[in-house]
């Protein structure tokens, strides 16, 4: 096993443990009730899969960038929302409910969508992409589907151990996710260099800005959903994309630090919204 599926095993395991943290909070009751809102599911998996990856696309296309950049952008456009997430949703005012059920329906909607959808990017693109059903099933099934499932189960049957553990399954995850990354830094630093020229920060901040503005559009009447949803639509999971640039490209490190710079830019890019959603929601309930 070489190091780069090492990173990513971790990689997954950390954000599984993320999901299974948050699914301890949720509750299978609570969670039931995401689903009685298709038509806010429905816009969220408008802005997630459709309206995003078009976006990646003409940023791709108008933009000067590298080939590693372009790849990387559109498959996380095609990538489900990524475990670390929910908790920053819920800061916002997401509630556990509609987050940890977009998380889940995400997940099962990307297990079609992004083989399809890198397949007709790659033409659009001009370089053909078959990615194996496997490869997405795997990634979404054991860092997403699998940790839901276990910890609603857990949680239904131990809602004591479950109180107590979920905060610090969280913090372990966190540590984790951030030593996982740590080698990818290491490793890739002049790749990491290299793409920090041209137009690459700004294509990544403008991709981040659209799914923020997208989403909070596209999130209806509710004030929270509308944040939750924006953080979903910028937010994308890098183990999915990581996995398939793995495959496509094994020995190129420049597409998998894109993913890293990717999710470093974004943070920062989306640091201001996140600001104020929570000045909004504070305002209001002071109100």
């Known amino acids: 096993m070489n190091a780069a599926k090492l990173i990513g095993l971790g990689l997954n395991f950390s954000m599984a443990l993320m999901v299974f943290s948050v699914a301890l909070r949720a509750g299978m009751a609570r969670t039931r009730i995401a689903f009685e809102a298709p038509g806010l599911l429905a816009r969220a998996l408008v ?8 976006i990646a696309v003409a940023v791709a ?3 000067d960038l590298s080939h590693a950049l372009k790849v990387a952008l559109v ?10 997430l929910p908790g920053k949703q819920m800061k916002v005012g997401g509630s556990a409910e ?46 997403v589907l699998l ?56 294509a990544i901040v403008l991709f981040t800005f659209a ?25 994308r999971h890098p183990g999915v994309a990581l996995a398939i640039l793995n495959y496509v490209a094994p020995d190129d490190k420049a597409p998998a630090v894109v993913v890293v710079l990717y999710l470093l830019v974004g943070l920062v890019a989306a640091a201001p919204y996140v600001a104020w959603r929570k000045r909004a929601r504070a305002s209001a309930g002071a109100a």
């Open 47 to 54: 802005s997630m899969y459709i309206v995003m990856p078009a």
């Open 61 to 63: 296309l108008a933009f």
């Open 75 to 84: 498959l996380l456009a095609l990538s489900p929302v990524p475990p670390i």
């Open 98 to 143: 509609f987050v940890l059920g977009l998380l889940v329906v995400a997940a099962a909607a990307a297990i079609l969508v992004v083989p399809a959808g890198v397949a007709l990017v790659g033409r659009i693109l001009g370089r053909e992409l078959d990615i194996p059903f496997g490869i997405t099933t795997s990634v979404v099934a054991t860092s």
């Open 147 to 202: 940790p839901v499932a276990a910890g609603l189960v857990v949680g239904r049957l131990a809602p004591r151990f479950a109180e107590k553990a979920a905060r610090p399954l969280s913090l372990v995850a966190m540590v984790l996710l951030l030593l996982t990354f740590l080698p990818i830094l290491y490793v890739g630093r002049h790749a990491l260099a290299a793409q920090l020229g041209g137009f690459t920060v700004v």
């Open 211 to 235: 799914g923020l503005a997208v989403g909070h559009l596209l999130g209806g009447p509710n004030a929270d959903d509308r944040s939750a949803l924006a953080l979903a639509t910028a937010t």
